[in-house]
């Protein structure tokens, strides 16, 4: 049968082939006397081999990684190497001291979090299929700081609270995305994280990006890490208050720089809604994930320009056709995807910030008509308020109609945020209200119910309150969301059955009695956080054939394996081989893989 890839698992339920099958585990499937403790999973293993099954073994140490080179940017390294092994350890610190380390597939990597004008050590291990370590390659970096632009608006998000909340807004749908300050690894940025797949992680700059009189008219700047696997990085402006742009249906006028990556490629557009083509001048190579880059989008009177890293990529003939715009940065792709800024700037005319007012949660509901309310209370100096909104209806109208909101018993117009914007079923639909005092007013609870007045079928994916005036008494109480953590995973499994001569089975053909080779390969994704493996073993059937040891010199981290397996006493027809890896901590759950095989005459 043909190679193929085989998801990985915890303990828990498996679907297969169409079936369900529960895994027998404790506390999983089947009753548990209370006082029952599971047994934790090992953290090293020992080899076994049943009788007549040939495993492989270590052979010499890895050969040392060559050619290191670090680059420095701001508060951070990027390494490269070259080599040919399966995984390697990098391991930074103080010269002297390298107290950090990290397992990776790549042989690339950036170190974030690090102080300006501070010389580190790198030390590069080469680790084999079995954590066989190689002596290290060493090199020495030292982060450097760029010096501040002229720029209207400039934020490297370096504050331990970061987003500032006088300058920047979250939206997403729902609760499905973090803007929070990096940890650990990538501490001393702003990390956007999100959990929900294909579910945009939008910040919204709360000062307006206002055009320059000049040939240059302005230059929106982001450094970020690249998009991950199959995810996409947008920088929108926007005129009218908006939060967030669902989709690729943009509002009129509008502007959108779109960086997507998909099958190891990267793409870069300036998109508008009348689609102005864009003119690429160079290919923009595949963008390693976990690397930052600058890019800028640079509007000008002939037209638009994309820099990466300083160089043109792109350009095209579209030119805005507003003074004003909000500025949005966007993250999308699979669920997980997140990305660390360090640098949002606005090269253009000076602009005003708006005054900063902490308001309560709200609450939203849709319905025909508005709800009777109880006991308000109005919060003390607050003189009015903008409430932001994106509707997600099913509609198939080409136009959308008139909305109006309830609020304390207040009733007022829901306008489109962006005239013109698109009304389609399953897009995101912005809208605003603008809120007198006397409708900023809270239940007992502190928070501010509002009433979408509609007979659609509809749903609001997201809220967003802007106070004015000058509150007195202490401010509303904010709970900091904490950031969406990257749990360390083991390798993913990929496992195709050959027959004795170790040619490939045909998909759907069965291999013969007598001997078989089953060929294993442990692969690490692209961009993930990757867990010690301290080894795995090898099922038929749920009898136990072999188990692999691999932290002979420290954690394995993936490699190639092939095992020889007799098949003289299997019965005929359908077989199954489960793969179970283990991790070098505790923390780390064990996953399983699957692959299944068929033995005939």
Same mark, same amino acid.
């Given at each position: ?5 085989? *998801? ?26 209370? =006082? ?36 420095? %940017? $701001? ?72 010096? /501040? ?22 939206? /997403? ?35 307006? &990006? ?41 509002? $009129? ?61 792109? =350009?095209? $003939? ?14 999308? %792709? ?11 700037? &606005? ?7 708006? *005054? ?38 099913t509609d198939a109208s080409p136009e959308a109609p008139p909305f109006t ?38 239940? *007992? =609870? ?23 005036g000058s509150p007195s008494g202490p401010p509303p109480s904010t709970l ?23 040619? =490939?089975?045909p998909e759907g053909a069965a291999v013969q009695r007598g001997r078989m ?85």
């Open positions: 049968m043909e190679r193929r890839r085989v *998801a990985l698992i915890a303990v828990g339920v498996v679907l297969f082939a169409g079936v369900i099958t529960v895994l027998r585990t404790a506390g999983v499937g089947e009753p548990v006397a209370a =006082t029952s403790v599971s047994a934790p999973p090992p953290t090293s293993l020992e080899p076994y081999a049943a009788e007549g099954v040939l495993v492989p073994t270590a052979g010499p140490l890895p050969d040392v990684p060559r050619d290191v080179v670090v680059s420095s %940017g $701001p508060r951070r390294l990027q390494v490269r190497w070259t080599g040919d092994a399966p995984g390697y350890e990098v391991r930074w610190g103080e010269p002297g001291r390298l107290d950090h380390s990290r397992l990776i597939t790549e042989r690339v990597t950036q170190l974030d979090g690090l102080e300006d004008e501070r010389m580190y050590e790198v030390a590069v291990y080469a680790v084999d299929a079995f954590g066989q370590r190689s002596a290290p390659a060493r090199s020495t970096g030292t982060p450097h700081a760029r010096p /501040s632009g002229d720029y209207a608006l400039e934020d490297r998000f370096d504050q331990p609270d970061a987003p500032d909340p006088t300058r920047w807004r979250l939206a /997403s749908r729902g609760n499905c995305a973090r803007a929070t300050p990096g940890q650990d690894d990538d501490g001393r940025r702003l990390v956007l994280s999100s959990n929900c797949a294909a579910a945009p992680a939008t910040l919204r700059s709360r000062t307006p &990006f206002v055009l320059r009189d000049a040939d240059e008219l302005g230059r929106f700047v982001v450094e970020t890490d690249a998009p991950g696997g199959d995810g996409e990085l947008m920088l929108d402006l926007v005129p009218g208050p908006v939060s967030l742009v669902s989709g690729d249906l943009l509002p $009129p006028d509008a502007v959108r720089l779109r960086v997507a990556t998909s099958a190891g490629t990267t793409s870069v557009q300036v998109v508008v809604p009348a689609g102005t083509p864009t003119e690429a001048l160079r290919a923009v190579p595949a963008l390693e994930t976990g690397l930052s880059h600058r890019w800028e989008l640079v509007l000008r009177r002939d037209g638009a320009r994309v820099l990466l890293d300083g160089d043109v990529v792109a =350009t095209s $003939p579209a030119v805005p056709a507003w003074l004003e715009a909000t500025a949005l940065v966007s993250v999308a %792709g699979p669920t997980g995807q997140r990305a660390a800024i360090s640098l949002i700037a &606005f090269g253009a005319a000076e602009a005003t910030t708006p *005054a900063w007012v902490p308001g309560p949660e709200v609450g939203v509901q849709v319905a025909v008509a508005a709800s009777e309310t109880g006991p308000l209370q109005a919060l003390p100096g607050v003189t009015g308020g903008q409430l932001r909104m994106a509707l997600l209806h909101l309830s609020v304390a018993g207040v009733v007022v117009p829901l306008r489109p945020a962006a005239a013109g914007a698109p009304w389609r079923a399953g897009v995101a639909y912005p809208v605003v209200a603008d809120l007198p005092a006397e409708a900023v007013r809270v239940g *007992a =609870t502190g928070k501010l119910t509002v009433t979408v007045v509609t007979g659609l079928r509809a749903q609001a994916t997201h809220v967003d309150l802007e106070l004015t900091k969301v904490p950031l969406i953590d990257r749990e360390p995973e083991l390798a993913r499994v990929t496992g195709a059955v050959l027959d004795a001569s170790g040619q =490939t089975v080779v089953f060929d294993l390969a442990l692969e690490g994704r692209a961009g993930a956080r990757l867990a010690g493996l301290a080894g795995f073993s090898v099922r038929v059937d749920d009898d136990r054939v072999a188990v692999v040891p691999t932290a002979a010199g420290g954690p394995g981290i993936t490699g190639r394996y092939r095992f020889a397996l007799s098949t003289g006493d299997m019965s005929l027809g359908p077989h199954m081989i489960e793969v179970r890896l283990f991790g070098t901590s505790g923390e780390t759950r064990p996953t399983s893989a699957y692959i299944p095989f068929f033995v005939g005459r």
